[in-house]
């Protein structure tokens, strides 16, 4: 029976460590599938407001956004590595990254992962 399992990624030690706890699943269970995920970090309100009024912040707005996009992208692709490393098929690891939209990173979670089952 094929497993799935959805482990979210920041840069931190304990999102690695579960990381390595769960590619020790894939020896015992062989078809297990890894979707990977990273929020990234809220955008300030301030700049979301004044991009509405203003080019510059607009500007701006996409600058950050652009760069939470790729460190997100950087953060996941160094944990798929890593899943490879300890023998995970490249073709069972799923990656993805969003902008933090909800009051959690928990609630974003939880509403992207059923996203991604539905």
Same mark, same amino acid.
């Given at each position: 029976?094929?497993?799935?399992? $959805? /482990?979210?990624?920041?840069?931190?030690?304990?999102?690695?460590?579960?990381?390595?706890?769960? !590619?020790?699943?894939?020896?015992?269970? &062989?078809?297990?599938?890894?979707? $990977?995920?990273?929020?990234? &970090? /809220?955008?300030?309100?301030? $700049? =979301?407001?004044?991009?509405?009024?203003?080019?510059? !912040?607009?500007?701006?707005?996409?600058? /950050?956004?652009?760069?939470?996009?790729?460190?997100?992208?950087?953060? $996941?692709? =160094?944990?798929?590595?890593?899943?490879?490393?300890?023998? /995970?098929?490249?073709?069972?690891?799923?990656?993805?990254? =969003? &902008?933090?939209?909800?009051?959690?990173?928990?609630?974003?979670?939880? !509403? =992207?992962?059923?996203?991604?089952?539905?």
């Amino acid at each position: 029976m094929q497993k799935h399992i $959805l /482990v979210a990624i920041d840069n931190t030690v304990h999102s690695m460590d579960a990381l390595h706890y769960t !590619a020790t699943l894939s020896t015992i269970i &062989p078809e297990t599938r890894y979707s $990977l995920i990273h929020i990234q &970090p /809220v955008v300030s309100q301030y $700049l =979301t407001d004044e991009a509405r009024l203003k080019a510059n !912040a607009r500007k701006a707005l996409e600058n /950050v956004g652009q760069a939470h996009q790729a460190k997100g992208l950087e953060i $996941l692709e =160094t944990a798929a590595r890593r899943l490879m490393q300890k023998g /995970v098929p490249e073709d069972h690891i799923e990656q993805i990254t =969003t &902008p933090r939209r909800d009051t959690s990173v928990a609630s974003d979670i939880l !509403a =992207t992962s059923i996203g991604q089952i539905l």
